[in-house]
């Protein structure tokens, strides 16, 4: 077991080094300047960072075409500057976790250009070939619309290789223990240098069967138990936060039983219910995926988040479901992708209504698991949809309103940081934000804080209460004799909600203290609570004080 469950309560910030901070003028992010800004993102509140693929690469996806493991790219900066950010991070009391992207490769990769050039050589067993276009070859592409299929044809190894996301990242035959071998390797390179963790890309894939005569791919779990030992033997705080977009019968057999497997997962199930939630105000389909979601054992934990760096994928909704998140937040077909998801940024999709902000933050700050916060999120940044697939939502971050936001000194960098309209950094910025006390920044500064001193919402046990109205979330964690109280009204009217405290057979006469203001509740004889909430409006209580204890029963 893990020496220190730091991850548990913890504050994850998600950047692209390459759209954070130019230092050097190229038009390019870099290591230097993400240094400038690491006092920045220590006074929001982050306590660990997630960095998106620095390595080398064609960058024909956004950097997850890897072509070196074991090095920085140099647009990037160097390992030596790596090591220093490693450094500086830690100076603050801050963590890194990096993505592991190592279901594929890029085809540039020397192991691909060796395996495709000789039958003979040691990697050719690396990859996952045919002699023939498998029959199915067509079937489970990730990319709907762009991507034809699974298999292409290498001319020059004159047989078909497997791929399950483009036909330029080729797959990992990661069945092979020297592949596996490799992989392990390569945690261990960036756990000396400092790192306390990956965020590992696609694991369902990582660790299903490959072959041209796999029909129904098989998870090897095992590989997921491997991975966590070797990385409790050279560094025993380090952790796995995997991507891996999985339906909830099957969330125990990623985590392990005993949590002897992943750590962390990213909990997309309840990602997709928070959307329809905010689409429609029912809050039934909600509370539904945080009970299905609950079961875990006591060292795992959920990342819990509302946007990323991908398409808000809502594949796991029905088809009515999902046409109402659609009609709600991407009612024009350029707002969506790959026809299951969403490829806008939170505050446009919510069109900027500062209420929407804060009740959709609110929830995801108090929802059972790790906050994970994409960056500019925190101050209401927008997407830029003229730009093809994914990449909308990761333009440069905009510190100020000077020429290309504060991003860089070049000017015409790369990708151009959004101009103009709503979310332009002439409006929407971080220093004009930093000087005013009411902006979003500062309020997520705020609550950031506040989740901090909340360690209930990780470490314990939370009920869903029965309330008067169904478009009122009302949940109750309890933790070492504490309790505290969420209330989330998804409704665009005000409303006066009742309920009683989870565990409450007799009168209680313990009040509910506000964590955000003055509005405190105390209940009626009957040991009920009248609160009334303003459209969108929240409440996170504290429960009495330190002497009560809420008996938990089913609801």
């Not at 939170?346 to 700050?365: C, N």
Request: hydrophobic residues 40%; contains cysteine; charged residues 25%.
């Amino acid at each position: 077991m893990l020496n220190d469950l730091w991850y548990k309560n913890a504050i994850i910030y998600c950047l692209s080094v390459g759209t954070f901070m130019d230092a050097n003028g190229d038009g390019i992010g870099d290591f230097r300047g993400l240094m400038r800004r690491l006092d920045y993102l220590q006074g929001l509140g982050i306590t660990t960072l997630w960095l998106m693929p620095f390595h080398p690469s064609p960058g024909r996806d956004n950097g997850y075409d890897i072509s070196d493991y074991y090095n920085v790219d140099p647009k990037y900066g160097t390992l030596g500057d790596f090591a220093e950010f490693t450094h500086a991070c830690a100076e603050r009391g801050m963590r890194l976790i990096i993505d592991l992207v190592v279901n594929h490769t890029s085809d540039q990769h020397p192991w691909f250009l060796s395996a495709r050039s000789d039958p003979a050589s040691k990697f050719r067993d690396w990859y996952v070939w045919s002699d023939s276009k498998p029959p199915d070859a067509n079937r489970g592409v990730v990319f709907p619309g762009v991507q034809k299929s699974t298999w292409s044809f290498d001319k020059r190894a004159k047989r078909w290789y497997f791929h399950r996301f483009y036909d330029f990242q080729p797959d990992l035959n990661t069945a092979n223990p020297h592949v596996q071998a490799e992989l392990l390797k390569i945690m261990g390179f960036w756990i000396q240098l400092g790192v306390s963790g990956f965020r590992m890309d696609a694991v369902p894939f990582v660790i299903a069967t490959k072959g041209p005569k796999v029909r129904r791919p098989v998870e090897q779990y095992d590989m997921l138990r491997t991975f966590r030992e070797f990385l409790q033997w050279r560094e025993g705080n380090a952790i796995i936060l995997a991507e891996a977009n999985v339906l909830p019968d099957t969330d125990l057999r990623y985590f392990g039983d005993a949590g002897e497997r992943l750590p962390m997962m990213f909990n997309f199930h309840l990602n997709q219910h928070t959307f329809y939630t905010l689409a429609t105000a029912d809050t039934k389909p909600l509370k539904d995926a945080l009970l299905a979601t609950k079961p875990r054992p006591p060292s795992a934990q959920w990342g819990v988040f509302l946007r990323n760096h991908d398409e808000l994928d809502l594949g796991r909704l029905t088809p009515a479901q999902r046409k109402a998140v659609f009609a709600a937040f991407a009612p024009q077909p350029d707002m969506q992708l790959y026809d299951r998801g969403i490829r806008r940024r939170l505050a446009p999709m919510l069109a900027g209504d500062r209420r929407r902000l804060e009740l959709a933050y609110s929830l995801m700050l108090s929802s059972p698991g790790t906050p994970v916060i994409r960056y500019g999120d925190e101050i209401g940044m927008g997407d830029d949809l003229r730009r093809p697939e994914r990449e909308c939502a990761r333009t440069p971050m905009q510190w100020s309103d000077e020429p290309q936001g504060g991003f860089t000194e070049h000017p015409k960098p790369p990708v151009a940081t959004i101009s103009g309209g709503a979310y332009g950094f002439e409006r929407v910025n971080a220093a004009s934000q930093r000087r005013d006390p009411q902006s979003f920044l500062n309020w997520m500064e705020r609550m950031i804080r506040m989740r901090r001193e909340v360690p209930e919402i990780s470490w314990g046990d939370f009920e869903v209460l029965r309330t008067s109205r169904n478009e009122v979330l009302a949940l109750c964690y309890h933790w070492r004799n504490n309790s505290v109280l969420f209330l989330h009204n998804f409704s665009a009217a005000a409303c006066t909600v009742k309920f009683r405290r989870v565990g409450a057979r007799e009168p209680d006469t313990a009040p509910l203290i506000n964590l955000l203001s003055d509005d405190h509740s105390e209940p009626d004889a009957a040991g009920r609570h009248t609160v009334v909430l303003e459209p969108f409006g929240y409440r996170w209580y504290r429960v009495g004080g330190l002497d009560y204890l809420l008996r938990r029963t089913e609801v």
